[in-house]
Structure formats: structure tokens, C-alpha cells
């Protein structure tokens, strides 16, 4: 006896089922990467100094990548130093702020998916600088301020996820 499909299956609907399957697939995939994702931030506080060493033996050179964006601009300072390094997920419209030290904050504001506003705070929790631009994966931003003795400190935000 041989097992016959429904009627209405046994044209179009059969045939159409595979595609079926990949288009709600497909549609997953951007919903995940799209509309409701969450994005992964990597954030250093970096010292810019002449010195050749950080007085603070905790201090260590700024990985390559970090290195290179800062080698590309016209900057004065010869080394560079990673004070601290976190990551934490914004979601999509939303914000997360986090202490870099106790001298410093910042706070990164999800806009749109493609979007991003960057606040650094100082040790009083007053904003110093507000930036709004879009900030792929791959690509660093990079926001800078003047600190005593010819040095100067940076904040590197990238997103990795």
C-alpha cells in the first residue's frame, strides 16, 4: 500500500515547504543581527605620556591595534598606557555607564542600531564630553582630554560583538 500526501500538498505546498523554511530562517538571522540586538564594547582608558614607563607598574603598553589607530594621528606623546580595560553590552536604544577609574566614567548610549553617544564623566559624575557618531564593528572611536604634566589620557571604544 503506498501512502498518498493530502491533496493540497502534493503540488505547490511540498514543493514550496523547503523555501518556506529557509526565508523564516533567514528572517531569524536578521532579526538577531538587526532590531533588538545587543552590542558588545571593549573600553580602555589609555595614558599618553613621553615617559618611557608608566609610574604605575600595573600600567602596560596599549595593545597593537590600539597602537596603530593612535601612530595614524597627529599626536605629540610617544608612549602609550592601558590604565584599565572593560566591556559590558549596551542593547539596542539603550545606555550603560561604567567607572573607568576613579577620576573617570563613561557612558555609551545606544541610538539606532548604527548609532552611538559617548559621554565621559569626571571624578565630580559631571559630563566633560559628549560625541554622537556612527561606530561599526571594527573601527575604534577615540576621545581624548588634557591631564597634568605634559600627559594626557584617552578612552578607546570599540565595539566586538
Known sequence: MRYMFPRALQGGL??????LLLGLAL?????????????KYEVQLIWATNDKKSPNPEHKPVEPEIRKKLD????????YFEVNRKEFTVSKGGRVRE??????????????????????????GKAVL?????????????????APAKTAWFVAIKPVK
Do not use: Y
Open 14 to 19: 511540498l514543493v514550496l515547504l523547503p523555501h
Open 27 to 39: 528572517r531569524a538571522e536578521v532579526t538577531e543581527m538587526g532590531q533588538g540586538a545587543e552590542t
Open 72 to 79: 595614524e594621528l597627529p599626536l605629540r606623546w610617544e608612549n
Open 99 to 124: 567607572s573607568l577609574s576613579e577620576k573617570c566614567a563613561v557612558e555609551i548610549r545606544d541610538l539606532d542600531g548604527k548609532q552611538v553617544e559617548v559621554k565621559l564623566f569626571d571624578k565630580a
Open 130 to 146: 559628549e560625541r554622537r557618531q556612527p561606530l561599526a564593528r571594527g573601527e575604534i572611536l577615540l576621545v581624548s582630554g588634557n
